[in-house]
């Protein structure tokens, strides 16, 4: 792309839906193929963590200071998403809510590479998949509130580089225990809504702009019916 032409491009309405420089809850996803094509998977992964990534950019401020932000989503402990690595680590499970069995995932928490590498730690589980963006907001309110300070070395310092350096996502989680990391988790009900509680096969569409069950890329007939199978 020649330089003189960046701005024009930029300037495209497409870019104004899939931005080139995402939210960092939407460019840090990651999930596994899920129930819908992975007999091993327990819950479904990827259209959720679509509605979990969009639903967390509009009410989860993260701090100015955090450019990104890692969710991984595994339907189960083989681990495809690699959630170990990740600074919020979910893994699928089952379990009851209000007598009826629904989708649940254990909360991990720390994890990622480069420096100072570490694997995440699990710090609860079985939480309900409508309650975990809760979970994810009032934990990152609570990082937010919590987090230290230190002052740089000013041989540390790069340039005009901070002098004050506040904890990172990662730090913050190691310096504390899992019985506290869980207690800052708090899985919470909202007004995130999840229409694969109880019936994972059925899978919507991602990017539809509703949540309807037709709202799919599926072929359609001349008379917008469902195109009829080779078989």
Not at 105 to 123: H, M, Q
Not at 145 to 165: K, M, S
């Amino acid at each position: 792309m020649p330089e003189e032409n960046l701005d024009a491009l930029l300037d495209e309405p497409l870019l104004e839906e899939y931005s080139p420089d995402p939210h960092p809850f939407q460019r840090g996803s990651i999930a596994c193929t899920g129930t819908e094509f992975c007999s091993l998977s327990i819950v479904e992964t990827k259209n959720r963590q679509v509605r979990f990534s969009r639903w967390l950019k509009a009410n989860v401020d993260l701090p100015d200071d955090v450019e990104d932000f890692h969710i991984h989503l595994s339907g189960c402990t083989a681990s495809c998403a690699q959630p170990q690595i990740a600074d919020v680590s979910l893994r699928g499970m089952k379990t009851r809510k209000n007598g009826e069995p629904v989708e649940a995932l254990d909360i991990g928490l720390g994890g990622g590479l480069g420096e100072n590498p570490n694997f995440a730690d699990w710090v609860t589980e079985r939480v309900p998949a409508d309650e975990v963006p809760g979970a994810i907001r009032n934990l990152v309110q609570h990082y937010d509130e919590l987090r230290e300070e230190r002052v740089v070395p000013e041989e540390q310092r790069e340039g005009d580089g901070e002098a004050v350096e506040r904890e990172t996502f990662r730090e913050f989680v190691v310096d504390r225990d899992e019985e506290e990391l869980a207690e800052l988790v708090e899985p919470e009900e909202t007004d995130y809504e999840d229409p694969y509680m109880h019936n994972t096969k059925k899978t919507w569409y991602p990017y539809a702009e509703d949540d309807d069950m037709d709202a799919s890329p599926a072929p359609n007939s001349a008379d917008e019916g469902p195109a009829p199978a080779d078989d």
